[in-house]
């Protein structure tokens, strides 16, 4: 049983977190489902299994892979708990399929070209790009990485960014 202090702590914890990650979740989930309601449930669900863990005394070193642990989980548990549905009997209830994707398709191309262009940026750069847009983590999880400082990291991927706009522009 915790006592009103570390309950008080575990809640700070929890707080925090869902402060800083509750927007990339909900992303994450809306896109592997396509489902706003159900994505933002399952981010609630993760949430829900995160504090039942830090409760029972469990120990998260890294809290943003920990909830992205969790929440991709729970994704694949919502897959599995899914049926099939015919297109002919979606047609028939009056669903329309429509092109609303070749926007995203270009953003995703590009987005391939760029990781592309990464591979030629100096060395230097090539290891903050991908750890920061890539992996998506920040300035500061990177500097704890490379033992590096923070300000080291983050004139690395600003000057990184500036080289990679000039190699993308000289593409088109």
Known sequence: MMNPK?????????????????KGLNARAFFKLNDHALGEDLVQGTFTKTWSYLVRGGKIDIMKAFLYH??????????????????????????????????????????KAALLLIQRLP????????????????????????????????????????KLKLLYASLG
């Open 70 to 111: 969790i929440l991709n989980k729970l994704i694949v548990d919502e897959y599995r708990k899914r049926k099939t549905t015919s297109l002919d009997l979606l047609l028939e209830k009056g669903f329309e399929p429509k092109d609303r994707h070749s926007e995203h398709l270009l953003d995703v191309l590009d987005g």
């Open 123 to 162: 060395a230097a750069y090539q290891k903050v790009m991908r750890m920061r847009y890539v992996q998506d983590l920040s300035l500061k999880e990177i500097s704890l990485i490379t033992g590096q400082s923070n300000n080291t990291i983050a004139v690395r991927a600003h000057r990184g960014l500036k």
């Open 6 to 22: 570390q309950k008080a702590k575990r809640q700070a914890i929890l707080t925090v977190a869902h402060h800083d990650y509750e």
